[in-house]
């Protein structure tokens, strides 16, 4: 649960009121959507955004306060890695990529350009995928030790510089 801009809109932009907002889906018949729920008026559902469709497995999300986009990193019902970008002002999918050989927990580094996906803790690959967080291209590849897992990006994490 993260403080979250409320929903309401001034001129197109986001309000600056605060409101605790939970945004889940993981039951198997609800995969490929996210409920909202508003927590500070009694886990009120406020509305459903539906996403990206045959979602399997969902392994990681990452936010990124700095740019409104919410990360999804999911095998798809066949066991393919993908990783969705959602635009959390309008609800909108701005891409949906498969990313080789495959996916865990992501993380987002602070000025929300970069996503860090391991390759899965199941896999033998050495090395986790750097994103370009606006188009899901894969830039780079951090080599390491393989079965990765679960990246950490601090707050003063240095900048990818490519």
């Known amino acids: 649960m993260l403080p979250a801009q409320a929903a309401e809109k001034t001129e197109g932009r986001p309000?600056?009121?605060?409101r605790s907002l939970h945004a889940v889906n993981q039951s198997a018949k609800?995969?490929?959507s996210i409920?909202?729920?508003?927590?500070?008026?009694?886990?009120r559902?406020?509305?459903?955004?539906?996403?990206?469709?045959?979602?399997?497995d969902v392994r990681g999300v990452a936010v990124s306060a700095v740019t409104g986009k919410l990360y999804v990193a999911y095998q798809d019902v066949s066991g393919t890695g993908m990783a969705y970008c959602l635009?959390?002002?309008?609800?909108?999918?701005?891409w949906n990529r498969a990313v080789s050989p495959g996916v865990?927990?992501?993380?987002?580094?602070?000025?929300g350009q970069s996503l860090y996906v391991p390759t899965w803790e199941g896999g033998a690959t050495n090395y986790i995928n750097v994103l370009d967080a606006n188009t899901g291209d894969v830039v780079r590849k951090v080599y390491f030790s393989?079965?990765?897992?679960v990246?950490?990006?601090?707050a003063d994490f240095p900048r990818d510089e490519g």
């Open 15 to 18: 309000s600056h009121a605060l």
């Open 45 to 56: 559902l406020i509305k459903t955004i539906q996403t990206v469709p045959n979602v399997g």
């Open 30 to 32: 609800d995969r490929g």
């Open 87 to 94: 635009n959390v002002y309008n609800d909108t999918v701005l």
């Open 104 to 111: 865990d927990r992501l993380a987002i580094n602070p000025d």
């Open 146 to 149: 393989n079965r990765s897992h």
């Open 151 to 154: 990246p950490v990006v601090w």
């Open 35 to 43: 409920s909202v729920y508003d927590l500070d008026a009694g886990h």
